[in-house]
Structure formats: C-alpha cells, structure tokens
C-alpha cells in the first residue's frame, strides 16, 4: 500500500480578502517575499516570514492545501538541512 501525497499547487477556488486581491499584486508581493527570503540568513526574519504565512492560511481558507503541503515539504527540507550540515 503505497501513500500517495500530492502538493496542491493549482487555484483554490475561495472569496477571502486574499482571493479578491489583484492577481498582479499578490504576484509582485512572492516576488518580494521570495527574494527577501533568498538573501537573508537573519533567522528571525526567516522565521516571522514563515509565522505571517502561517497567519495569513486560515484569513485566505487554505489552512488543509497548506498542511497538505508541509506533509511533503517537512521530511525533504529536513533532509535537506541534514545533508547541509
């Protein structure tokens, strides 16, 4: 028996505050996010990025895709950050 988890990675379909916000904004803001991400090694700035994500999931109604989600990514960033060390 094989467990089989795929990432949500398609539109969820919703009418939050964040489903009505301007696809173009909402592009420009991962933008941000992403390149913010990349270029800091500051750990507490990592971290709150991760907190207001983790915020902003229930306001957006995404909270299980996330979690979904985080069922893939945990067990490879961990491996990952194993590997690094």
């Known amino acids: 028996m ?3 988890v795929s990432l ?3 539109m969820i379909p919703g009418n939050s505050f964040i489903h009505r916000v301007n696809p173009i904004a909402k592009l420009i803001w ?7 991400a990349f270029s800091t090694t500051n750990i507490v ?4 990025m ?3 994500a983790f ?3 229930p306001l957006a109604g995404v909270t ?5 989600a985080m069922l893939v990514l945990i ?4 491996s990952l950050l194993a590997l690094q060390i």
Do not use: E
């Not at 991962?30 to 913010?36: D, E, F, K, R, S």
């Not at 067990?75 to 961990?78: A, G, I, L, N, R």
């Open 30 to 36: 991962v933008a941000g996010y992403v390149v913010l």
């Open 64 to 68: 299980r895709p996330l979690l979904k």
């Open 45 to 48: 700035i990592l971290y709150s």
């Open 2 to 4: 094989s467990m089989q």
């Open 55 to 57: 915020l902003l999931a």
């Open 8 to 10: 949500p990675i398609s």
């Open 75 to 78: 067990p490879v960033s961990s």
């Open 50 to 52: 991760a907190l207001f």
